[in-house]
C-alpha cells in the first residue's frame, strides 16, 4: 500500500480564508440588503495598465504567425525581460546583479515556497510572528519544522521572532542561531519597514553565523521613505548570504498574469556548492519557464510609458493607504503601516480578540478584513486592512469604521 508524505498531516487546518469567506456569506444570506466592503484578501482590483496590455496583444499576435512563434522559454527566462530587471531594479539602485543571476518565474508564492527544497532538513528556520503563511506550510511539508502545539500555535523546531508595537513590528536578532532566516519587508501582513540600517546589521549577523536570509520584498513598489532599503543587495556583504523574490503582482497588478522572480548571487555558497548553481539545477528539472506572452508584459512594466502608469496605481492604491491610516487615527484607533505597504495593521480596541472584532465590524458595520491572529500567535488582538480595494470603498469602510462606538 502506497504511503502519503505524513509531513502533510501535520499540518494544522488554514482555516482564515475559508472561515472568512463562510462568516461572510453567512451574514449576507442573512441580510441580504447589507452592503459589504472587502478590504480583506491582499488582491488587486484595478485593471492591468494600458502599455502592458499593449504587450500583450503584441505577443499574443507573434505567437499566432510561424515566424515569431515561440515554445518552451528557456529555463531561466528571457533574457530581454532578465536584462530589463537587472538595469532597472538592480543597477539603477546601485546593486551589483548580473541578468544571469536572475530567475524568472510565475510568481514569489512558488519560489519562497519552493527554495528551501535546496537546502538541508538540518537547517533550522527563523521567521518573523506573525508571517506569510507559506514560509512555515512549505518547510512542515518538507519536514523541517518538528512538532506542533496547538496551544501556543507554534512548531518546536521553528525559530519565531515576534514583531510587535514594542519592536516596531521589526524582528529583533534571535537568541538561537538559525540557519535560513525569512524576511519581508515592506511586511505583509503588518504593513511594516525596517530601514537599510537595521537591513545591514541582518546581513552582517548572516554572514557572522553562516545563514542564509531569503528576502520577500514583493512589496518594494511601495515604499516611500528614502531610508527604506527597495533590496537587500542595496547591503554590502548581501551577495554571500542572501537571495530575495520579487513578484509583479502587486506593482503591476499580475495576480492573476502570474510573474515574479528570484534571484541568486553567485557568490552564496555553502563551502563550494553554489546555491544558485542548485537553483538552476531545481529550475531546469521541475519548472518550463513563464510564458513568452507573459515575459514580454513584464518588459513592458520597465518601459517608460509601464513605469508612468504603474506609478500612477501604486500611488492609487497607496491614497487608500493613508485614507485608512488618517481616518483610523484620527476615530482613535491604534494603527501602523500604510506608509510604505498596501496594509494597515490595527489594534482591535478594547482588548477585543482578532476574530472578536472582526464579528464585530461584519456585523456592525458590514466591513471586512483580516484578523491578525491568523498569521500566528503574536497576530492576535490586531487586524489587517488592505488598501487594495477601489477608492470609494475604502473611504465608505473608513467612514462606518469612524462611526463605530465601543
Ligand atoms: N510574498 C508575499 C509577502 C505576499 O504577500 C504575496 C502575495 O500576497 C506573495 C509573496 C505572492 O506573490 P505572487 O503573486 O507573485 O505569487
Redo the contacts with the bound molecule.
Sequence with gaps: MFKVNDNYLKLPGSYLFSTIGKKVNAYSAAHPDKKIIRLGI?DVTQPLAPAIIDALHGAVDEMGKAETFHGYAPDLGYEFLRNAIAENDYKARGCDIAPDEIFVSD????D?GNIQEIFSLDNKIAVCDPV?P?YVDSNVMAGRTGTYDPKSETWSDVIYMPCLAENGFAPELPKETPDLIYL?FPN?PTGATITKAQLQEWVDYANKVGAVILY?A??EAYISEPDVPHSIYECEGARTCAIE?R????NAGF?GV?L?FTVIPKDLKSGDVSLHALWARRHGTKYNGAPYIVQRAGEAVYSAAGKAQLKEQVAYYMNNAHYILNGLKEAGFTVSGGVNAPYIWLKAPNGMTSWEFFDYLLENVNVVGTPGSGFGPSGEHYFRLTAFGSYENTVEAVNRLKKIRL
Design positions: 491582499g510568481g514569489a508564492k512558488c519562497c506569510y507559506v519581508c505583509n520577500d514583493a512589496y523574490f513578484s509583479f503582482s502587486k495576480t502570474r515574479g
